[in-house]
């Protein structure tokens, strides 16, 4: 009865503002966003396809040199294709739910300065599988990977002062407080597919405020892109892409924000996710606040389960 109140809540709250309704709506008031990133190096993440290609194409094509990782030599390789000789636009193959080949990743970008980074990579999953380093494989691709690439870039001096990070949320953060073990599930039996995403995005979102208060110098942002019509909405919630496929955002409307994030640096604030240009609550209901961990909790859980790779 709880968890039927709780969607119904959700989806009354949310369905008209994440469709396309919501952004044909808002960006009656918007001006052009006429961007220019001439001179600036990105490096988006699961650049292959989705919300990250759209992100990839559109900053290119406003001028940027664009590193896309994903895991797929092939599929990354149609991106450049299709992205043609003009646009400056160079594939990265990376598992990046492998925290080896995060980084290794990192070594390869050695000496590069990265102006905007965005942790695009997301997945929900339906089924428990653990990746050969040990971890549940939408925490490693959700939140493990993204903070190491993060944490060994900053490190490296790739990200430094003036670069801005991006990272990708999801309206689902707005299911789960911030908890640590569970978002690593071990076994099937403790394993669920959604809250596990929600869990993830809400922890990007704690750790985006952390990183904004250990590094001033740089932007850190947390977005949502909307619900839009993806390969992974396709294969992970087939029910409810049937039910909402006539409403759900195309990739470049989901990629709108992050792109307006990029090219207007607005200044950061805590507690909020970027959405539709513009800065709401990263807490819409209550019960997400009641969590009994701090940020300081999260990055040494974090640190935890990546130390055997740094
Ligand atoms: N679509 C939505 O409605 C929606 C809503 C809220 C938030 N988001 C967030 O937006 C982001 C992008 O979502 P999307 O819908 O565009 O996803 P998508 O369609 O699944 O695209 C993600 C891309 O990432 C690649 N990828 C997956 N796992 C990878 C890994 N381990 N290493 C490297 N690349 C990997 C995929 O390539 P493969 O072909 O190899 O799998 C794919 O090209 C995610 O963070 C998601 O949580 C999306």
Redesign the pocket.
């Known amino acids: 009865m709880l968890l039927l109140w709780r969607v119904l809540q959700f989806y009354g709250r949310f369905f008209l503002s994440?469709t396309a309704i919501g952004h044909s709506v808002r960006s009656l008031l918007w001006k052009a966003l006429e961007a220019d990133f001439t001179g600036q190096t990105w490096l988006v993440?699961?650049?292959?396809?989705?919300?990250?290609?759209a992100v990839a194409l559109a900053a290119a094509h406003a001028g940027a040199r664009v590193i896309i990782?994903?895991?797929?030599a092939e599929?990354l390789e149609a991106v450049v294709r299709e992205a043609g000789p003009d646009l400056d636009i160079t594939a990265e193959t990376?598992?990046?739910?492998?925290m080896r080949e995060v980084a290794t990743l990192v070594d390869r970008l050695a000496g590069q300065k990265i102006d905007v980074l965005v942790n695009?990579?997301?997945?929900?999953l339906n089924r428990h599988s653990l990746t050969d380093e040990g971890h549940e494989?939408s925490f490693?691709?959700?939140i493990l990977?993204h903070y190491l690439l993060t944490e060994k870039l900053l490190e490296a001096g790739s990200l430094g002062p003036g670069s801005a990070v991006i990272n990708?949320?999801?309206?689902?953060m707005h299911n789960a407080p911030l908890v640590l073990e569970p978002m690593n599930a071990m076994t099937p039996e403790r394993f669920n597919g959604v809250a596990a995403?929600a869990m993830h995005?809400r922890a990007m979102a704690v750790l985006t405020d952390h990183w904004q208060a250990q590094h001033g110098e740089l932007r850190f942002y947390l977005t949502?892109?909307?619900?839009?019509?993806?390969?992974?909405?396709?294969?992970?919630l087939p029910t409810f892409r049937k039910l909402l496929k006539w409403v759900?955002?195309d990739?470049d409307q989901?990629a709108d924000t992050a792109l307006w994030l990029a090219a207007r640096r607005p200044e950061p604030k805590p507690e909020t996710v970027w959405f539709d240009r513009a800065a709401r609550p990263a807490h819409a209901f209550k019960r997400t606040r009641a969590s009994k961990h701090a940020p300081v909790d999260l990055v040494a859980f974090l640190d935890g389960a990546t130390r055997k790779r740094r």
Do not use: C, E, Q
């Open positions: 994440f993440t699961g650049a292959s396809g989705g919300i990250g290609k990782a994903g895991r797929s599929k990376a598992d990046l739910s492998l695009n990579v997301g997945v929900l494989t490693a691709t959700n990977g990708m949320s999801s309206g689902g995403y995005k949502h892109p909307g619900w839009v019509d993806t390969d992974g909405v396709k294969t992970s759900l955002r990739a989901g």
